[in-house]
């Protein structure tokens, strides 16, 4: 993950002190330009588009004002991308954001629905180019590290007892949360992290809908009756973010029903997505249960009949 800094940039000129005489002094030359440094990824609950994003330095143990974040848009695909000349190496978070025309995909349904909420990743320490996945599990790190002062130490925590809470369920949030054939497409496994990445996201749109046992703030389920597809996703959200209750405890009654929750979904109709190998996202109807709708997901996304063959027992046997 990336990092951003406050600080100006400046090139700052040493003048060296003058002989006598009559000679000129000496002049050093120009201090040398930071690395530029920078954070890019996905926002996904499906695909997140027209989402303002704000990547904001962590300063004195918080996030800094929204109004000093660098920020930009989510694309169509869902992905972002910011820079920071200054070569800011602190730590970071990530705040994808509603605006008027923000979506996200209805895995379950395949249609765009409005974008009503923020989600948040946190990032220890940004590199020249840091990667962050935006997702309702990277919200659930980013909100047990915001009870505390944060630093890159409990950022890590943070990360780490949200990952060990969903073990089960195999979440990884350093994996893209979406079969990439452009970069992986000969990596079984990692495709099969990815595939399983896509899966438990679509059961966070499944659960919202179908359980009661996940609840807003009132204690009403996020299915109530009269709520919408978006309503309930955010409510959703919210509930598993409310799961952690400091930055490496969780809540056991409330991480019981989320984890019973999540399992009572099959993903047997899901539109996943998938970054074919000419850069483009195709949207693949796929029942991700099933070793044949898979690897036929893979050959429409343009992967050749032996590799999909190849490659969909391995992951097929990693999904969770």
């Given at each position: 993950?990336?990092?951003i800094t406050g600080v100006g940039l400046a090139t700052v000129l040493v003048l060296a002190g003058c002989g006598g005489g009559g000679g000129g002094g000496d002049v050093s030359a120009p201090a040398a330009l930071?690395?530029?440094?920078?954070v890019s990824g996905t926002a996904t609950k499906g695909?997140?588009?027209?989402?303002r994003v704000l990547v904001c330095r962590i300063v004195n143990g918080a996030p800094e004002p929204d109004a000093s974040c660098a920020s930009t848009t989510t694309g169509n695909d869902g992905f972002?991308?910011?820079?920071f000349s200054d070569g800011y190496t602190g730590a970071a978070m990530v705040k994808v954001m509603a605006g008027a025309a923000s979506t996200m995909m209805d895995e379950t349904t395949g249609t765009d629905i409005p974008y009503n909420m923020t989600m948040r990743a946190v990032i220890p320490a940004i590199s020249r180019t840091t990667t962050a996945y935006v997702t309702p599990f990277s919200e659930?790190?980013?909100s047990a590290v915001s009870t505390t002062t944060i630093d890159a130490i409990k950022i890590d925590q943070s990360i780490a007892a949200v990952q060990s809470l969903m073990l089960t369920l195999g979440i990884d949030m350093s994996v893209m949360p979406m079969m990439d054939l452009k970069?992986?497409?000969t990596d079984a496994a990692k495709l099969a992290l990815q595939s399983n990445m896509v899966k438990?996201?679509?059961r966070v749109a499944m659960v919202a809908k179908n359980s009661n046992l996940l609840k807003d703030a009132n204690g009403v389920p996020c299915n109530a009756a009269g709520t919408t597809a978006s309503q309930q996703i955010a409510c959703a959200v919210g509930a598993m973010a409310g799961v952690m209750n400091s930055y490496v405890t969780a809540d056991a009654t409330k991480s019981a029903n989320l984890l019973a929750a999540l399992n009572a979904q099959n993903a047997t109709g899901v539109n996943m997505p998938i970054l074919k190998a000419d850069g483009?996202?195709?949207m693949q109807f796929t029942d991700m249960t099933s070793a044949a709708s898979m690897q036929t997901a893979m050959q429409n996304a343009g992967m050749t009949l032996n590799a999909a063959a190849n490659a969909v027992n391995v992951v097929m046997g990693r999904m969770h």
């Open positions: 993950m990336s990092k930071p690395a530029a440094t920078s695909i997140i588009k027209q989402a972002y991308s910011v820079a659930m790190a980013a970069s992986n497409g438990q996201l679509a483009t996202i195709g």
